[in-house]
Nanobody, 121 residues
Framework: VQLQASGGGSVQTGGSLRLSCAAS????????MGWFRQAPGKEREFIAA????????TYGNSVQGRFTISRVNAQNMVYLQMNSLKPEDTAVYYC???????????????WGQGTQVTVSS
């Protein structure tokens, strides 16, 4: 199983970025997908999750209303649209695949390598 996250970069406060995660080696449409992030010196934080069918989305409180998760099962892709970015959104962002669209890291079986997002004020 391989999860390849991309799309990170540097942006100013208020800007937008779209992260992508390409999945291979698994039956993508059978897995819930999640995004987490980890800032230096902090624990990995839940950001968003989407059910295998794409019908259910869950968001962390810190990104609710600013970030949107989506997926295209036919392309084995999951996305994270990030708007109204703030300096506190600076972190390495990871995509993950698991059996359910939960908020806990333990619910995910496979992880990508992460992509850096930096938001400057």
């Amino acid at each position: 199983v391989q999860l390849q996250a991309s799309g990170g970069g540097s942006v100013q406060t208020g800007g937008s970025l779209r992260l992508s995660c390409a999945a291979s080696g698994l039956t993508f449409s059978s897995y819930a997908m999640g995004w987490f992030r980890q800032a230096p010196g902090k624990e990995r934080e839940f950001i968003a999750a989407i059910s295998a069918s794409g019908m259910t989305e869950t968001y962390g409180n810190s990104v609710q209303g600013r970030f949107t998760i989506s997926r295209v099962n036919a392309q084995n892709m999951v996305y994270l649209q990030m708007n109204s970015l703030k300096p506190e959104d600076t972190a390495v962002y990871y995509c993950a695949a698991g059996g359910r669209a939960g908020v806990s890291r333990s619910e995910y079986d496979y992880w990508g390598q992460g992509t850096q997002v930096t938001v400057s004020s």
